[in-house]
Structure formats: structure tokens, C-alpha cells
């Protein structure tokens, strides 16, 4: 899936593990990702999550499409900071799946969590 996800590759995304319903990545924020604020921009800490759903959900074979996504954002990030985003499967079924994904920074603090759904087709990879 990453070879094609130009977005995420455009976040500069980096896939650090991938298994049956989970996946962990990283990303480094940079000045670009900021607000007005001079802090990182919601955006993105949403987008990565929904790039951690992606890779999470169609893990085993199945394409997987998100319906209904919410993000708490809990801490500021800054320019420079590491954050590593860690998704699980947290419900399954034939057609429906529920995952939870969370990022924190270099320092192990949770800066956000994100809840995703998503529909599971039968068209596989």
C-alpha cells in the first residue's frame, strides 16, 4: 500500500511494522506542518492516524475503506518531535471493523487518539 500512498509518503511517513490488524509508523514534524500557532497543525496528527487505519485494517488481504473517524487531540507537537503513531484492531467482524490508534512523541507522551471504522469488502489485495 505504500508504494502507492503518495500522501502519506508526502508526510514522510515511515512504516515501522505491519502485522494481522495493527501497524506502527513514524513521522517527523517539520516547520511545514505547523498553524498559526507555531504548533503542529491537527491535520496532520488526524492524517497520520488515518494512514495507521489504512495500513491496520487492510493488513489481512481484505480492502478496507473507513466510514466514521474522530480524533481527540490531547498534547501540542512542535517542530522537530518524533512521533510514532501505534494502531490496533480493537473489533472485527465480516464486513465492519474498529480500530483505535494512538501517537505519541519522543518523550512516550500520548499527544492524540483516534478512533476509525471501517467497511471491510471482499475484494482483496
Request: hydrophobic share 35%.
Amino acid at each position: 500500500m505504500m508504494e502507492k500512498d503518495a500522501f502519506s509518503q508526502w508526510l514522510g511517513i515511515e512504516v515501522l511494522e505491519v502485522g494481522l490488524g495493527h501497524c506502527s509508523l513514524k513521522a517527523i514534524v517539520t516547520e511545514e506542518m505547523t498553524n498559526g500557532h507555531q504548533t503542529l497543525h491537527g491535520g496532520i496528527t488526524y492524517s497520520i492516524s488515518d494512514s495507521a487505519l489504512a495500513f491496520s485494517s487492510n493488513s489481512r488481504g481484505f480492502r478496507a475503506f473507513s466510514i466514521e473517524t474522530s480524533i481527540s487531540h490531547i498534547k501540542k507537537c512542535f517542530p522537530g518531535d518524533t512521533l510514532t503513531a501505534y494502531a490496533k484492531e480493537v473489533s472485527r467482524g465480516r464486513t465492519i471493523g474498529i480500530y483505535e490508534v494512538e501517537i505519541f512523541n519522543q518523550n512516550q507522551v500520548k499527544v492524540s487518539h483516534f478512533k476509525g471504522t471501517v467497511f471491510i469488502s471482499t475484494e482483496t489485495w
